[in-house]
């Protein structure tokens, strides 16, 4: 049997949340519950999830959200949805601009929480980026580390510049969707 849809999940635990009579019909930002099925985000994300939630507690993964997908959420969100933040990483809404307006460069990962919980949301983690691939980071940033020299490009180049700090990691990578691509992912704990 094939593993239900990310709508799927969504539309049953919204269907659970409306029958509890003590169920609070809104999220704790104040959206009426079911806000991510309406601006359809699980079928947006569904190609580029990476986990599906075990339970309605669990977050859905996603990675590689390119430029169209990017562009189809910053067309349905609200602005208050497009200021969602992981902690002091970029808003979802700087994360999605950028991937449209380098859709070579930019990839989004992050992860959704859907109406079973109160705090029902998209949210970025952070980015993968392509093209810089011959610097020189490491994960202690030993002295000729080049890690400002990424995160200067990542702010003035490609446009990700409402962050509160810099990434709290920057790990070399090769995607699978993009073999023989190396790019930087840059996560927001």
Known sequence: MPEPTLRARYSDQLVCVLSDAAAPLSTDLG?????????????????????????????????????????????????IQLEDRQNDGPTLGTLLLAAVAHPDDVEVHGYLIGPARRDERITAEGVDVYGAPDLDITPGHHADCQCDELWELVQHDLGIDDARCRPHEITPRINPWRPNEPCWSLWWD
């Open 31 to 79: 959206e009426k519950r079911g806000w991510l099925l309406r601006a359809d985000v699980p079928d947006i994300v569904q190609p580029f999830l990476t986990h599906s939630p075990d339970d309605d507690a669990d977050l859905a993964r996603y990675a590689g959200l390119d430029a169209a997908a990017a562009a189809d959420l910053l067309d349905r969100l609200t602005p």
